[in-house]
């Protein structure tokens, strides 16, 4: 049966969710444990020692041949040889999946060089391909960051859209004193939350529908960034709280994302959600996004007290077929360094690709993929309109404390490992977390 | 603070009622204990409440933790038949932490012989620690003297000697910390008449004179908290607490199998082993009982494993530190397990393997009272409590009772 008769018959998309990489592999753990059923998720990284750590998703050594388990030392090439070695296992795994999320963090070697290729694939299985993307921190580095941000347009060329989250954007929010663990926490709350949010909008029967087609018509053949934003709020002033939680999350860089949204697919989700409520919402994010096309839908049931609600944001990008509209960028193969604000989603322009420059050139580009992205476009943001961005986030809740709890409030992960000993200080013995299941962190496989 | 005595079993005229409140992750528990004549401890009552408000042995919500102990203090006075005014309170946590620290003091008389004084002073020196203005100490538990590097003098007092010497065991932790429980425990209107190491609170009650004597390690294993502590040549050599303990084990099991923690829990006791049954292999069991996932199995298997990683971890971790203080070969008597996860099927087989030596379960074999007070391993604490009640009580001077003069001491360090 094609994917479009099943969509006809009204069943369930089917929803596919692909790890790749370690960061990849660490998110669709997470999820694999919280997403709604029907939600099937594979972990595909080049190291087994990533791998060994899966439990809730299924695992996938890519390149058995090479690079044998060993991962790729950041070689994103060997990746690329890798999955496309791989091809028709992976078209195995891909085969009658309506939606795919490549989840992946970008800057290393194998989720940066497999991501594209594999978007490609499950795009020529017929399926609308997602891609969620973390890049890199600043201080990783500007070669990383670069990879990263070279891993980042590929991934946009081919997939549907992308949605990107630079974990930069952490440090951004909550000040560089934050520790390391806590930062990607974050992040990953971020991440995992666009794919939850697209998912149960898409998965929890509701009374006004959004539905697969209203995804593909607003994201397919798109090729541009665009976000997820979920939050939650309760109590008399729920509707108020979402609206503003939804300004202050980072993705809405300061109500700027939604002004320029070509289209919005708003889910409100919860218990006796009343006609004002829908009215209070749409207005409120109507008035702040003029131009978007808004389709809103309605679901969960029963009386949990809590409003949630999941704004899917896409951007116009460019349609497949239609003719690029800016010139090819331009390369200075001689700059090494580059003052791109690179966890700054909006300075990728949309045109070009490594991923084709190594094909169609001598082959000088392929090796390392050495990519130097180009100057950022005069409108990108400035240093100032971002701290004021940061500020217009900050508003809401001055106390920085405060702000993150927010912050964290948006993804509540019900059954994350830590579960129990949220609240208490970690067990850390020699820099292990013993926290942690023992059987995880020695690498233990249950099957 | 004062010196915790725990030498000399005198005797003690009037009985008196001593009661101990473990504040503990799964329970909280209040043991009402009589000592009478030959300071012979009877265990008159039980009060128990399921704990909510605690996490790694340290209270995280104030208003449920003492709600909790509140209930369990009156379950205590009605079974007891006594009316509850003060306890002598555990405290546990990743915070407190025991290490040996020696005291030196030169014998100043003509005739070099030790007196009194020269005891006091050595014991003072020792006391004398630099420790981390944030925190404060629990106790200095003297283990022996030395006069002029003649090693194991119980009582220097009369010998003569150019250099007395002293080692003590001191237990420390954080002043905050230390005083949340304690604190709690005011705001009931109750007196907090000393506090005392869980660790330490559990060997008391478990440990006859024999065991100290040849060497013992004493492991309890709580839901939030491992603690333990070794004896050797009857004093206690070196304490410790690990923040990991049953409920890490429940959280392994809820991750690994996909179920809530609450389940876990009940999975975990039910087919619970601390080593895996070849013969469970593949073997599932239902949760038939679940309405929420009809059909939905286990693998006990699985179960197994993750439950005998996560427990031979905390064996191994503990046997390296007390590897490390060099007293693995000095524990003649073996290891002795106390606390729920005492309970644990083949528990003892594990830690016979990871330690090498001979484990028993541990029994409050040093008191009498209710039965089920004694039998059970995860009440070591609680009547423990009463015996380090019992010593204190013993070491203040008679007339006052108990609780003024210890009080007073306890007063002084926490009511800063
Ligand atoms: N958001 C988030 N980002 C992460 C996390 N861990 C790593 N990253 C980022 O992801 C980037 C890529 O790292 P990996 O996923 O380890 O790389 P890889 O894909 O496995 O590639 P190899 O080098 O071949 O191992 C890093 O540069 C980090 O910036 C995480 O837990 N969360
Ligand atoms: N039969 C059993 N099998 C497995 N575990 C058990 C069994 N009985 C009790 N336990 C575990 O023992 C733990 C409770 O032990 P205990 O009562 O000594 O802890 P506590 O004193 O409340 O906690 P703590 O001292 O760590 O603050 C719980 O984690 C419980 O799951
Ligand atoms: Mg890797
Ligand atoms: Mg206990």
Known sequence: MSNSDKQREGANPTIGLIGLGETGVKLVEILAMIAPDGVVAHSLDTDNRSLSRCHQSRPFLLGQAIPCGLGTGGDSALARGAVESDSDELIEILRGTDLVFVVVGMGGGTGTGAAPFLANLAKQAGALVVGVAATPFDCEGIQRCNQATGGLRDLKQVADTVFHFPNQNVVLMEGADIALHQALEIANRHLCEAVLGVSRMLLEPGMLNVSFADLQASVQGRHSLGSVMHVEASGEDRVDDAVQKLLAHPASQGGEALKNASSLLVNLSGGDVTLAEMDAVTVAISNRSPSAKLVVGVSGQGNEEALKLTVVIAHAGKLDGADRESAPPKLDPNRQTSDLGYSDPFTVPDTGSYLDLGKESDGKNRNGFAYTPPAPPADALTPECREDLIRVAAKEEPNRTKRRKIIQELLPLEIVSKGRFEESEPTIHKGEDLDQPTYIRRGVVLN | ?416
Not at chain 2, 119 to 137: C, E, F, G, M
Not at chain 2, 162 to 186: C, M, T
Not at chain 2, 246 to 268: C, F, M, T, W
Not at chain 2, 285 to 303: A, C, E, F, K, T
Request: with cysteine.
């Open chain 2, 1 to 416: 603070m004062a010196e915790t005595w725990l030498g000399n079993e005198d005797t003690v005229n009037d009985s008196q009622i001593i009661v101990g409140l473990e504040i503990g992750t799964s329970k909280v528990c209040v043991a009402v204990g009589e000592v009478g004549e030959n300071q012979a401890v009877n265990v008159i009552g039980l009060g128990q409440a399921k704990s909510r408000g605690v996490r790694k042995g340290e209270i995280i919500d104030v208003a449920l933790a003492e709600e909790d102990v509140r209930n369990a203090i009156v379950e205590a006075e009605q079974v007891a038949d006594v009316e509850i005014r003060d306890v002598f309170l555990g405290v546990t946590g990743s915070h407190v932490r025991g290490f040996n620290n020696t005291g030196v003091h030169p014998v100043v008389s003509a005739d070099r012989e030790i007196t009194g004084a020269d005891i006091q002073d050595v014991i003072k020196n020792a006391r004398a620690i630099n420790l981390p203005t944030d925190y404060s100490v629990v106790h200095v538990i003297r283990q022996h003297f030395r006069v002029d590097g003649q090693d194991g003098v119980l009582n220097p007092e009369g010998m003569l000697g150019a250099k007395i010497e002293v080692d003590v065991h001191v237990v420390s932790g954080r002043y905050n910390r230390l005083q949340n429980p304690i604190r709690l425990v005011n705001g009931l209107h109750l007196e907090v008449n000393n506090i005392s190491s869980s660790a330490l609170a559990s060997s008391l009650a478990i440990l006859g004179m024999e065991q100290k004597e040849l060497g013992t390690l004493v492991i309890d294993l709580g839901a939030g908290v491992t603690e333990y502590a070794v004896y050797s040549a009857g004093v206690i050599k070196h304490t410790g607490v690990l923040a990991v303990g049953g409920d890490h084990v429940s959280n392994d099991l809820a991750y690994g199998l996909k179920v809530p923690l609450a389940r876990a829990e009940q999975i975990k006791i039910d087919h619970g082993s601390a080593v895996i049954d070849p013969e469970v292999r593949d073997r599932k069991v239902s949760l038939s009982d679940d309405s929420l996932i009809p059909g939905r199995q286990i693998d006990l298997g699985h179960m197994q494993k993750i439950m005998s990683m996560r427990l031979q971890e905390t064996f191994e971790l503990i046997a390296n530190d007390i590897g490390r203080a060099g007293l693995i070969e000095y524990l003649r008597a073996g290891v002795i397990l106390c606390g729920g996860g005492a309970r644990i099927p083949h528990i003892t087989r594990l830690a016979r393997d990871v330690f090498k030596l001979p484990v028993a379960i541990g029994r409050a074999s040093t008191v009498s009272g209710v039965k089920n007070a004694l039998d059970e391993p995860e009440f070591a604490t609680p009547v423990g409590l009463i015996k380090f009640g019992a010593f204190q009580a013993n070491a203040s001077p008679r007339r006052g009772g108990i609780g003024r003069v210890i009080r007073r001491q306890v007063a002084a360090l926490f009511g800063r």
